[in-house]
């Protein structure tokens, strides 16, 4: 148990690593750095040499080969590689973990989930960054880091359970709140998603108007169209102005939603004594992702901040995932 436990904390936060810097290889405009899966321009590492350059040039002609994007997107594929490795280990380790408390199920829905994103991973190269894959790898990489966390919780409270299972009764209106709230804030993490993968964090330059005005001419049809066909290069877009606005725009609006139904939530955890630190912890991630989504704005998309706006997603996340473990550990 013990063993299981330090290996799920090494997955948890190497997850976390690996969703961080696949965002860092997204914004950098490095996701299309290897142009080929799982390889680089047919190599375990990057071609350096003189003749192996010119080979691989000679391959993808269209990709001249650029060291540095190509070395972001690698390191990101050998960490998430070696993720998956993790994980595999953990299923097979939880088989000889005699206890009925640990979810038994929960290590091999995680290996299904690595699979099927290395399938994304490989997608989002070969169809050259298509916004529905990219948004979709982005989401199973948050998924992935809610999944490990949860076992994290879990194990930890099989461990220690007076310190994490006493304390207080929940009622199934607080679990209801608690669930609607990270249904929502999935939903936000999407828009968001969507925002970065069709380049539309500038859609609106400015805050809080957008292109002068509080509700601008919007297209959603085209905005929210999830496929355009194979063959087509989406490397920095290919929506007009207005679409990406609109993109931008209802991502703040669904911030406004996000952020009335997570004061709901941290509201009613602060009610209860016991719950407060889960109260504090959701509201201080919410502000501090609040201030710098306006911030990525105003500062017109620095890479280390629109970076953060990526890993505050992740905590955030993190924090209302801690606060429903706890309310369905309580009687």
Not at 50 to 75: G, N, Q, S, T, Y
Not at 114 to 137: D, E, N, R, Y
Not at 169 to 186: E, M
Not at 269 to 295: E, K, M, N
Request: with cysteine.
């Amino acid at each position: 148990m013990r063993w299981f436990y330090r290996l799920t904390t090494l997955a948890t936060v190497l997850c976390l690593c690996v969703v961080v810097l696949g965002a860092y290889v997204r914004l950098s405009d490095a996701g299309l750095g290897c142009p080929d899966w799982p390889g680089c321009y047919g190599h375990v590492t990057i071609p350096q040499h003189v003749d192996d350059v010119a080979r691989a040039e000679a391959r993808f002609p269209e990709r001249p080969v650029e060291a540095a994007k190509a070395w972001k997107e690698m390191i990101h594929r050998y960490l998430a590689s070696t993720l998956g490795l993790l994980i595999v280990i953990m299923a097979l380790m939880r088989t000889r973990v005699r206890d009925g408390r640990l979810p038994a199920v929960l290590p091999w829905a995680l290996v299904g989930l690595v699979i099927f994103q290395g399938m994304l991973g490989m997608w989002t190269v070969t169809w050259q960054l298509k916004p529905l894959v990219v948004t979709a790898h982005l989401l199973g990489g948050l998924t992935t880091l809610s999944m490990l966390f949860w076992l994290w919780l879990s194990t930890r409270a099989v461990m220690s359970p007076p310190a994490v299972a006493s304390g207080v009764r929940v009622t199934p209106g607080l679990r209801r709140i608690g669930l609607l709230a990270l249904i929502v804030l999935a939903l936000q993490i999407f828009l968001g998603g969507w925002t970065s993968t069709n380049y539309a964090a500038l859609g609106c330059p400015d805050f809080p108007t957008c292109h002068g005005q509080y509700w601008p001419e919007m297209d959603v049809g085209e905005a929210f169209t999830l496929w355009h066909g194979l063959g087509i290069n989406y490397e920095f877009g290919i929506l007009d102005n207005r679409a990406r606005a609109t993109i931008h725009f209802v991502h703040r609006l669904g911030a406004i939603v996000a952020t009335v139904m997570l004061l709901l939530f941290a509201w009613q955890l602060w009610r209860r004594v016991a719950l407060r630190p889960y109260a504090v912890a959701v509201g201080l991630a919410l502000a501090t992702q609040v201030v710098i989504g306006i911030c990525v704005v105003k500062l017109q998309l620095p890479l280390w901040l629109a970076t953060a706006h990526n890993l505050g997603a992740a905590v955030l996340l993190q924090t209302v995932i801690a606060g429903n473990h706890r309310l369905w550990r309580s009687p």
